[in-house]
């Protein structure tokens, strides 16, 4: 009798389907659910875990070197968050791929749309996390990567 009780007021306390719907609907439709990349409504997939279920060891990110190779985790984590949400959201700016293997089988002037867009969400990451007062890569204050596919190609491992 005692633990069906005790189940009772454990259900009370659950949230509702409505309550978790409407979570959902928000999560999906937040334009800065990426700033969370660990977070997901109920019943969801984390962006960031989004991103890695789509690109299982064979993202761009994966192969990162020199400087931005040193970037913190959770910088690299807020870039898969972000690619994974203009993803989810079918955003028009979404390069063509994140796939290592894709991208050198693309025609030339579509790696750099890629590569151009690619630059665009690493920037936009790591201002966001600069206007935190974090440090997305040790020593950079600014983005210092200069648009340009060959620029970008030249941060990818071979």
């Known amino acids: ?44 997939v984390p962006l960031v875990d989004q991103f890695r279920d789509l690109y299982v060891d064979q993202s761009l990110l994966e192969g990162l ?21 203009l993803v989810r959201d079918g955003d028009p700016s979404l390069p063509l791929t994140a796939d290592s293997h894709e991208l050198r089988a693309l025609p030339e002037t579509d790696v750099a749309v890629t590569m ?9 990451v790591f201002d966001w996390m600069i206007s935190q007062g974090k440090e997305p890569i040790p020593g950079w204050t600014q983005w210092l990567v200069q648009p340009g596919p060959q620029r970008m190609m030249d941060l990818l491992e071979d």
């Open 1 to 44: 009798m005692e633990s069906r009780q005790m189940l009772r007021e454990v259900m009370s306390e659950a949230p509702s389907d409505e309550w978790e719907d409407q979570a959902t609907e928000d999560w999906e439709n937040d334009p800065d659910a990426w700033k969370d990349p660990h977070y997901a409504a109920p019943r969801m």
């Open 65 to 85: 070197k020199g400087e931005l190779g040193e970037a913190s985790p959770e910088f690299v984590d807020l870039v898969k968050a972000r690619w994974a949400q």
């Open 116 to 124: 151009d867009r690619m630059n665009e969400i690493l920037r936009t």
